[in-house]
């Protein structure tokens, strides 16, 4: 049976360590809040550009951009996933990569070709499991990522669309609601059609 003094300690210990915790669960409320709020200032930005390029891709100009310009021809498909580079976060990344499983595995049943640029760590090690092509990948952005860094990974998608080796190109990524709820969304790189889906209960490879 352990002594006082072997009581005292482990009391020690366990107050000290309560204490360092503590410390964690406010530096992770703070870094939270900020990452909140700096999404809540982009959104109405990002919601404005989107609407803008709805309303263009239903005009009828007599230039019309390749982004605008739906093809059927070519049996491949481009997806771009964004999720992040670490885990412990809910279904911050399952619920994504769940989504872009169950579409994966329809169009591959369908005979489409896939090819993938990933955006964050758990995107990448999910897409490597799963034997997509992947041709561009971003990692390690950090807690604010910047242009310079993503736009390298997504131009190559963006420009292998325009050299029509994409039918199709989509983004999957997940829409912040609060911190306990986010949903999941796929969406087209053309045309500006939006589509969120309930991800079916298929599991994760």
């Known amino acids: 049976m352990p002594g006082s003094k072997e009581i005292r ?11 360092i915790t503590k410390a964690m669960e406010m ?3 703070s870094k ?9 200032a982009a ?7 989107r609407n803008v390029a709805a309303h263009l891709s239903r005009a009828n100009p007599e230039y019309r951009h390749p982004f605008l310009i739906e093809r059927d021809t070519v049996k491949r498909i481009g ?19 769940r989504l872009a499983l169950n579409k994966i595995k329809d169009w591959e049943q ?7 640029c990933a955006i964050g760590n758990k995107g990448l090690g999910f897409l490597q499991r799963l034997g ?3 041709i561009s990948q971003v990692t390690g952005l950090g807690d604010r990522p ?19 080796r994409f039918g199709r190109l989509m983004i999957f990524y997940t829409r912040f609601i609060n911190t306990m709820k986010q949903e999941p969304v796929m969406e087209s790189c053309c045309r500006c059609r939006p589509t969120i889906l309930a991800s079916r209960p298929r599991s994760l490879p």
């Open 27 to 29: 530096v992770a409320a």
């Open 43 to 49: 959104r109405p930005y990002g919601e404005k550009i």
């Open 146 to 164: 910047h242009m310079e860094k993503l736009i390298g990974a997504v131009k190559v998608m963006l420009d292998a669309y325009i050299a029509n």
């Open 79 to 97: 997806i771009i996933v964004v999720t992040a580079d670490k885990g412990l976060c809910g279904g911050l990344n399952t619920n994504v990569l």
């Open 9 to 19: 300690t482990k009391i020690k210990s366990v107050q000290n360590t309560r204490k």
């Open 32 to 40: 939270m809040r900020r990452a909140q709020e700096s999404m809540r």
């Open 110 to 116: 369908a005979g489409e070709d896939i090819e993938a």
């Open 132 to 134: 997509v092509n992947v």
